[in-house]
């Protein structure tokens, strides 16, 4: 790269940045492996009241589950085109991987509506109290991976449009979304399937 | 190729060191020393703290039946001491030598993220202030049919369920008010900066690493920072996850650790001790390092089995996930369970054993230079073995479960956690004290400083191993005068006072010899490791040419060579060596291109408080002011461009292509 300082580095020959975000999504794992498990525990324990099953709806859950799995797909075209510097395909499927994320997003806030008004609440057993915690952590991270692809997106308005070497770029995003959907693969089996 | 993050405000720093003074540049910097510097201080401050609540603690307990403070003061009194040695000081004093030395012992410029950095700091500075802002606001209710019924005063409004926030004691029934929330979320806050320097220093050590310095040829003290991190990096996330529910449970009326709700009281134990017994390790590797570097130097020989101590370490911190349940041997687990803990919890001793080993084999036979780091070293050696004993007598679960919650469990813990943690790094701050400030500090003080701590420190300590084993029941306000332990109690005061007046001496000798210690020579300690190499105090780029290794101890080999025999001798032209180092450190041929200041790092740090006040007291306009400023911050660092475009200066008017390194 052009303004190279010569001062020698990257002897794992893995860029620094990127290694960097690959130590911070091994620390993500541990954050919702302890928030699984903590699930796993309560799961087998008697609690009163509703249950999810009782309030769930797998084919709605199962669809926007679809819908995140697919913005992973446009999230590699975003990136493949970024690569042949196709910087307008690239926006629009920023936008795509954006928006799906949105609806999966949606989704989840009208679930988490429906549960509370069939009378599954935060606080109604420790079950509901996980459920709660467990999806909404995933959720979160969710919005704060749309912000960013929005953010991404406007970067990439400007006259120069995106590069894959610079900035909080397109790749190290694109490996956070994957990661966020790789977690929501093993939620939805653990709570809704199983 | 390099990816130092550069944000937009330019400073060049030229072939001289730059004058930049004054708080701002301080506010602003995002140079690893002054960092580590800032770190020190802030946490030597809360030292200060924490030892002050010490005090008090002690006065309580120098004679039977006292009511210097009430219950509810002792409480938080108990619950703030740990909780400040522990965060706000002995990990932030680690990460204060992890700043200022991982960058010069491998050879580099400045850490791989140096904004990070900056943000790691604020956030630790923003959580200190946060949980301590609770004597200010903060409340602690009378639990029903509790102790409370006297008025609580400020000092009374802390944080009072203990450092570990067993539950349900910590939780809202019995520890009603708001103080318990501040010391959850001050925590969480506390535990975002140390992931956020545990990404920063693994990525540095993996990837900034100067041509030839492989991993085996790392300063020990660069491999317990790398052990640390990996340690903070995977054990922080347990504890955040717990503290959340903690928050849930006290703020929206779940239910995860109340057995009302189905909750499980003990689940809070594991995950609380599943990051608890690893912190214990993040407070003792950083001063394994220090011990590491300070002992050879100082012996005039190489480190005894440098490999072994390596792995001894890594073994300490692979060991350390799997023995937190030692800590609940008392609590209701299955006896298998017992078992295999109390295996776990002597074979984590071997590892230790062995490093024990390797410092004796490395003292052994050498030519010892009897100096104030090599006296705290050598202190905490001994120190450290006491502690670590008692340690492993815990692994007897019968015997465990009569010492649980006794005072001999706080003599055990000091032990190892003053006496090995504090011990090392008082070592480490006299043996860095040349390179960081350029001065030497004074001996005679030093020494007096060390007498005086090691003698009070044991008569502090020491007593409790048999005030426990006789019953004294810890974080108990009182006792009673037939029980007959108001001798020894009162010895452990005075005690506590000498080493008040210990911490006193090294103050007056830091603040002495910062302004009228010698000026320090090149290489004062004819010592091994490259951070030696450069002038002292260090320049502000650091290396002024990359350093390239050739072996482990390199600036020593440069010195040494061997005679027939393997003893070291110098070699000739050493004298001549050192003056070139110290003329070319101090003047590089090129003109070096530095990170600059930022003050995002610091915007976004203090956002985080803000959050936390408006969970505590369900507030928009809180939380608004927080998000506004999370955003100002992330907004502001995001947009400053990445590849800087520097501009040519008429002092350097070739600076285009002398910008290339090397």
């Known amino acids: ?194 | 190729m390099t990816k130092i993050i550069e944000p937009k405000k330019q400073r060049n720093i030229f072939s001289r060191p730059s004058s930049e003074t004054g708080v701002w540049s301080w506010i602003t910097t995002v140079d690893h020393k002054r960092i580590g510097i800032m770190y020190g201080y802030a946490a030597f401050f809360f030292l200060l703290v924490g030892g002050l609540e010490a005090l008090l603690l002690r006065i309580q307990l120098s004679q039977p039946d006292n009511n210097f403070l009430s219950a509810a003061e002792y409480n938080a009194m108990f619950t703030m001491h740990g909780t400040t040695m522990i965060f706000l000081a002995i990990m932030p004093i680690s990460a204060a030598f992890f700043n200022y030395l991982l960058p010069l012992q491998i050879g580099a410029r400045d850490v791989a993220f140096p904004r990070l950095n900056a943000l790691s700091f604020w956030i630790f500075v923003a959580g200190g202030l946060f949980l301590y802002s609770t004597f200010l606001f903060g409340t602690a209710g009378a639990p029903e049919g509790g102790y409370l019924d006297e008025e609580v005063s400020r000092l009374a409004s802390a944080p009072n369920g203990g450092w570990f926030g067993y539950q349900p004691n910590a939780g809202l029934r019995y520890s009603p008010g708001t103080a318990m929330d501040y010391w959850a979320i001050g925590l969480q806050i506390l535990g975002i900066a140390s992931l956020v320097s545990a990404f920063n220093f693994i990525t540095t050590i993996l990837n900034m690493r100067t041509k030839g310095m492989r991993l085996m040829r790392m300063p020990v003290f660069t491999w317990m920072t790398f052990a640390v991190s990996f340690l903070l990096a995977f054990s922080l996330p347990i504890i955040a996850i717990a503290l959340f529910f903690v928050t849930f449970d006290r703020q929206f009326g779940t239910t995860f650790f109340l057995t009302e709700g189905g909750g499980d009281p003990v689940l809070w134990q594991h995950l609380f001790w599943l990051f608890g017994h690893p912190e214990v390790y993040i407070l003792i590797l950083p001063a394994f390092g220090i011990v590491s570097e300070v002992l050879p130097t100082f012996s005039r020989k190489p480190l005894f089995g440098y490999p072994a101590i390596v792995f001894a370490g890594f073994g300490i911190a692979f060991i350390g996930f799997g023995v937190w349940a030692h800590h609940m041997f008392a609590s209701a687990i299955s006896p298998v369970a017992q078992a295999g803990f109390g295996l776990s919890t002597m074979i984590i001793a071997v590892p230790t054993g062995v490093k024990i080993f390797n410092w004796l084999g490395t003292i052994w036979g050498g030519k010892l230079t009897l100096n104030t780091p090599m006296l705290f070293a050598l202190g905490f050696i001994g120190m450290f073995v006491i502690g670590g004993l008692s340690g492993v007598t815990h692994s007897v679960v019968p015997a465990d479960t009569q010492q649980t919650d006794t005072y001999y469990i706080v003599a055990h813990f000091h032990y190892v956690l003053f006496g090995g943690a504090l011990f090392g790094i008082f070592s480490g701050l006299y043996f860095w004290f040349p390179k960081v400030w350029g001065r030497m500090y004074n001996e005679t003080m030093g020494k007096i400083h060390f007498w005086l701590m090691l003698i009070g420190f044991n008569v502090t300590f020491g007593p409790m191993h048999w005030l426990g084993l006789q019953g004294q029941v810890r974080r108990t306000w009182v006792y009673a005068e037939e029980t007959n332990l108001g001798f020894w109690n009162l010895i452990v005061t005075i005690g506590a006072f000498i080493l008040a007046v210990a911490i006193l001496v090294f103050m007056a000798n830091w603040i002495y010899s910062r302004r009228k210690g010698e000026k320090a020579p090149f290489d004062p300690w004819d010592a091994r490791t490259i951070e030696w190499s450069i002038p002292s105090p260090t320049p502000v780029w650091n290396f002024s040419k990359a350093p390239e290794i050739k072996s482990l101890d390199d600036f020593w080999h440069q010195k040494y060579g061997e005679d027939e025999d393997g003893r070291a001798v110098r070699r000739e032209g050493t004298d001549e060596l050192l003056l070139k180092l110290e003329e070319e450190g101090l003047n590089p041929d090129e003109e070096i291109h530095l990170p600059s200041p930022s003050y995002f790092p610091l915007i976004l740090a203090f956002g985080l408080p803000f959050l936390g006040y408006a969970v505590i007291y369900k507030s928009i306009p809180l939380a608004l002011i927080g998000v506004i400023l999370l955003l100002i911050g992330g907004f502001g660092w995001g947009t400053e461009p990445l590849e800087e475009e520097f501009e040519t200066s008429e002092e350097t008017p070739d600076a285009k292509e002398s910008s290339t390194y090397e």
Request: charged fraction near 15%; hydrophobic fraction near 50%.
């Open chain 1, 1 to 194: 790269m052009s303004d190279a300082h010569a001062y020698p580095h990257e002897p794992t020959g893995v860029e620094t940045r990127k290694l960097g975000f690959w130590i911070f999504l091994s620390t993500e794992i541990l954050f919702f492996g302890t928030l699984i498990t903590t699930f796993l525990i309560f799961k087998g324990r008697d609690f009163p009241g509703i249950k999810l099953t009782d309030v769930y709806d797998i084919p709605f859950t199962s669809v926007s589950s679809f819908v995140l799995l697919m913005s992973s797909l446009t999230m590699v075209l975003a990136h493949n085109a970024l690569e042949t510097d196709d910087q307008e395909k690239t926006r629009v499927w920023l936008l795509a991987t954006a928006m799906l994320g949105a609806v999966f997003l949606a989704g989840q806030i009208y679930e988490f509506t429906e549960f509370y008004h069939k009378g599954f609440e935060l606080s109604t057993n420790i079950f509901s109290s996980t459920f709660y915690v467990l999806t909404g952590f995933h959720g979160l991270h969710v919005f704060v991976g749309v912000v960013l692809l929005l953010a991404l997106w406007g970067v990439g308005q400007r006259q120069r449009g995106l590069s894959l070497n610079e900035g909080m770029n397109l790749e190290f995003i694109a490996l956070y979304w994957h990661f966020v959907d790789i977690v929501w693969i093993v939620l939805f089996t653990v709570v809704y399937l199983i």
